[in-house]
């Protein structure tokens, strides 16, 4: 067993000490409930803080800036962010099963990614590891916590918090928090506590199959080189929750942007690149590339979830997303294709300027985002029976919207103000404002 596991193994057992906040929650006085489920931990903090460094278990805990340092200071600020999150359990309505499932979730995640890592050292087997183990980790603990409390949480909704959890921790460690299990265990209690708060219907088939597509379309392209590792963990995340919270027919947009966008910034590489207007890490896609054209969507299909509590219709929110992703399909065409033609003009003054200019533009490019937009409109005909046509002409003018906003942005403050994926974010913001407010102006309905 190598270091990593027996490390990893021990956090393990640690973790397991959450599952005491489940038997205070029938204790009447608060001060007791709340020493009863934090104790263990702050003893487990203290203990990590006083242990000399030759003693067999610091060896166990031990990393290695906790060697250098001689104190555990990793096991320290874990248990500390696991005694905060009980503290938000006992004293703030934080349901008990998001928090035991969340420290199982990233304590076992760690275990079946170290055991992965011991016999096959590649990253991405690993993360898969991480999140398979994570996932049933996460929905074992929630199970055992509504057992203890005698509460009833349906299955589906327990396997969409676990996997919506699993991919966005494994997804934060890729990006930022590699070794900042604490800052991780806190962002994803948080993110789940607001998701176990949302009025969920989810069926058993609907997270089955939202489980199923996104993980095998997050793989394909990851395979085909149209995302990184972070990439693709954003978009299968981003995959469940439209799934989830919205519908089929809106992943339906949603992966025809994702899956014409990447094959577009891999058409005609090697000329992009000799053209100096090629997306950088051979055209697959990162996370700020995946978040700056979907993060505007995503809030949508948050907001459709909670729009009767916003006194709102969906529909406003379908064409904000709507809006915003024939945008974000739009912008990438016209630029990705666009690019390859010849005397591009600088949107705010037409003079021609070089390819590759931000806020350049031809009149291919400009063709080609039409159509692009027009795609989108196009599934959503599809996908959905009631939508109008008026609807339909109303996300590709969104589309448009945003679409001539990242010419103009690009031309204007991007270099400046922000760099290209803040201004790819304002577009779909354009966009999703655009599609929402006609929607609403016009009355048009799904």
Do not use: H
């Not at 929630?142 to 909704?157: A, E, F, S």
């Not at 945003?402 to 760099?419: F, K, V, Y």
Request: charged share 10%; glycine share 12%; with cysteine.
């Amino acid at each position: 067993m190598t270091t990593g596991v027996r490390r990893a193994a021990a956090f393990a057992l640690v973790g397991c000490l959450a599952l005491i906040g489940p038997w205070v929650l029938g204790v009447q006085e608060p001060a007791v409930a709340t020493v009863a489920a934090i104790g263990p931990f702050l003893l487990v903090a203290a203990f990590a803080l006083t242990v000399p460094a030759d003693n067999v278990l610091f060896e166990l805990f031990a990393r290695p800036r906790d060697r250098r340092s001689g104190t555990l200071f990793g096991l320290a600020i874990f248990s500390l962010a696991a005694a905060g999150l009980a503290t938000l359990t006992v004293g703030f309505g934080m349901p008990t099963y998001v928090y035991v499932g969340t420290i199982f979730l990233l304590v076992f995640g760690n275990l079946g990614g170290q055991l992965v890592r011991a016999y096959v050292y590649e990253q991405v087997r690993a993360t898969a590891g991480f999140v398979t183990a994570g996932f049933l980790a996460a929905c074992v603990g929630q199970q055992l916590t509504m057992y203890i409390t005698d509460t009833g949480v349906n299955g589906p909704t327990i396997a969409f918090l676990a996997a919506s959890g699993a991919l966005f921790a494994a997804l934060l460690q890729q990006m930022m928090f590699q070794r900042d299990d604490a800052l991780v265990l806190v962002s994803v209690a948080l993110v789940l506590w607001l998701f176990s708060s949302l009025p969920l219907e989810i069926s058993s088939t609907r997270i089955t199959i939202a489980l199923v597509v996104t993980v095998v379309l997050g793989y394909a392209s990851f395979t085909l080189e149209t995302a990184s590792l972070p990439g693709m963990l954003t978009g299968v995340l981003l995959g469940l929750l439209t799934i989830v919270l919205g519908d089929y027919g809106w992943f339906a947009m949603l992966i025809a942007f994702f899956g014409i966008g990447g094959l577009s910034s891999k058409y005609r590489y090697d000329r992009k690149v000799e053209r100096g207007v090629a997306q950088e890490n051979e055209g697959a896609r990162g996370t700020g590339n995946v978040l700056a054209n979907s993060l505007v969507a995503l809030v949508a299909v948050l907001g459709a979830a909670v729009s009767p509590e916003l006194g709102l219709t969906k529909s406003v929110f379908f064409y904000a997303f709507a809006g915003a992703v024939a945008a974000a399909l739009a912008d990438t065409l016209s630029s990705e294709l666009g690019g390859l033609y010849d005397n591009p003009r600088l949107i705010t003054t037409l003079e021609v300027v070089e390819p590759g200019t931000n806020g350049a533009i031809t009149w291919q490019g400009t063709l080609f985002g039409l159509a692009g937009a027009s795609l989108i409109a196009g599934v959503a005909l599809v996908a959905f029976e009631g939508i109008p046509l008026l609807g339909v002409a109303l996300i590709v003018a969104a589309g448009f919207a945003g679409m001539t906003a990242d010419s103009i942005l690009g031309a204007t403050i991007e270099g400046r103000l922000c760099g290209n994926q803040g201004v790819n974010f304002l577009a779909t913001v354009v966009a999703a404002l655009v599609g929402a407010m006609l929607a609403d102006i016009l009355t048009v309905g799904v």
